[in-house]
């Protein structure tokens, strides 16, 4: 897996802190945002959305920090991404109201 991010990023530090403390290995690029190195090839034509972070895990392409996020917990079994609907229903709802209130 690689994780194409920038340390400084409020959407990136998430998602490095969950890898971190759950030992997902993965390879981390960081994207240097202050040249605008997001906007260009070779990365805005793996990730047309010119954002960070951006997961690739095999062929998937993940672009998003709540789905990046979703994903690994899925992957590993992490209770923070609980199976039962209802629990997961509610932390759902805490990661969308972040993503569309808090920044």
């Known amino acids: 897996m690689k994780l194409h991010m ?16 759950n030992n997902i290995a993965m390879d981390e690029e960081v994207v240097d945002l202050f040249t605008g190195a997001h906007m260009q ?10 954002l960070v972070p951006m997961l690739e895990d095999g062929d998937l392409k993940l672009t998003e920090s709540s789905a990046i ?13 609980p199976k ?14 972040i993503n569309t209130n808090f920044y």
Request: hydrophobic share 40%.
């Open 69 to 81: 996020l979703k994903y690994l917990a899925d992957k590993i079994g992490s209770p923070a991404y």
């Open 41 to 50: 090839p070779p990365y805005s034509t793996l990730n047309p959305n010119c």
């Open 84 to 97: 039962d609907l209802k629990a997961r229903a509610k932390v759902n709802e805490m990661m969308d109201w």
């Open 6 to 21: 920038q340390p400084v990023s409020m959407t990136s530090r998430p998602v490095r802190l969950f890898a971190a403390e």
